[in-house]
């Protein structure tokens, strides 16, 4: 741990565990409902398909058309608005024999609504603490805009409503994990800026062999095996993305990856750029950094 974020992992741990303990709903992984030690466990698979379809869009109408596409796609049966119906009956029966409050399932006559506060639902708290991130970040206060996020990524239990069946709720998995790898790349932007540039180098490296055509993701791996004095690694990860692009893609590299390269071979002191200036607010050191030049936060 380097010294500048020791405060902030502390702050961001005891946050976690709080919100941790407060979340009834969670779809930032298999499809949760729990209180304390009690946990609902839902068998049917059109229970599960509508009450994510209903968290995926807590506190707004749900048509019921939407929730049949969602359960059946393209091919309902007759009887599939009652069979809605009685799916979403059996739901409040079921999340209150469970204890869970602060949650009621609104029927009208178009559709349905999930009223959940919103420390209860783990995408909501995930969606605001990235925000909170990257409002810090905005400001310059990148210590602390580090951990809102980390806080944020520790919500993550696995992949979004994994055992969910359906394509639209594959779709929606999708979704999630495109935001859930974007607050990544923001968080590994906001590492580096602070100096943790050689202990995301390994989580680099995974996330790369995750998304092998992700750029920005290869060009922070460049930047922070460089920032760790791998040069000759961090070149090597260019000239591996050269060859990938050409034989999978046909392409080559974007003009920003490039420019990277020939950053690090002439060794441009904007790579290690960083300017200190006391933040009033906190205390900790605002910092600006030159990763958005070459593929990292705008």
């Known amino acids: 741990m380097y010294p500048g974020l020791i405060r902030y992992e502390t702050v961001a741990k005891q946050q976690a565990e709080v919100r941790m303990s407060e979340i009834g709903f969670r779809v930032l992984g298999p499809l949760h409902v729990c209180n304390d030690d009690r946990r609902l466990h839902l068998k049917s698979p059109r229970q599960q398909v509508v009450l994510a379809a209903l968290l995926l869009n807590a506190n707004r109408l749900v048509p019921v058309e939407s929730l049949i596409k969602a359960v059946w796609d393209d091919g309902p049966p007759e009887g599939a608005r009652h069979q809605i119906q009685n799916c979403a009956s059996m739901l409040r029966r ?23 506060s919103e420390c209860r639902l783990d995408a909501t708290v995930f969606d605001r603490q990235v925000a909170e991130g990257r409002e810090l970040a905005a400001a310059g206060r990148i210590a602390m805009a580090a951990g809102r996020l980390r806080s944020a990524l520790s919500l993550w239990l696995g992949a979004p409503l994994a055992g969910v069946p359906g394509r639209i709720m594959q779709q929606e ?80 590299p974007s003009p920003v990856l490039k420019g990277l390269e020939m950053a690090i071979l002439r060794g441009d002191p904007a790579l290690w750029r960083t300017s200190p200036a006391r933040d009033p607010f906190d205390g900790e050191a605002r910092v600006e950094y030159p990763i958005g030049a070459y593929g990292g936060m705008a």
Do not use: K
């Open 94 to 116: 079921r999340i209150r024999d469970v204890g869970v409050s602060e949650v009621e399932i609104i029927g009208y006559p178009v559709g349905y609504t999930m009223h959940v």
């Open 173 to 252: 998995a999708a979704r999630l994990a495109e935001r859930r790898l974007s607050a990544q790349e923001d968080w590994i932007d906001l590492e580096m800026a602070v100096g943790g540039s050689a202990q995301v180098t390994a989580e680099l490296y995974r996330l790369v062999g995750e998304h092998p055509f992700r750029e920005r993701l290869r060009a922070q791996l460049m930047l922070s095996l460089y920032r760790s004095g791998r040069t000759a690694e961090a070149l090597a990860v260019y000239r591996q993305t050269w060859q990938l692009f050409a034989d999978e893609l046909g392409l080559e």
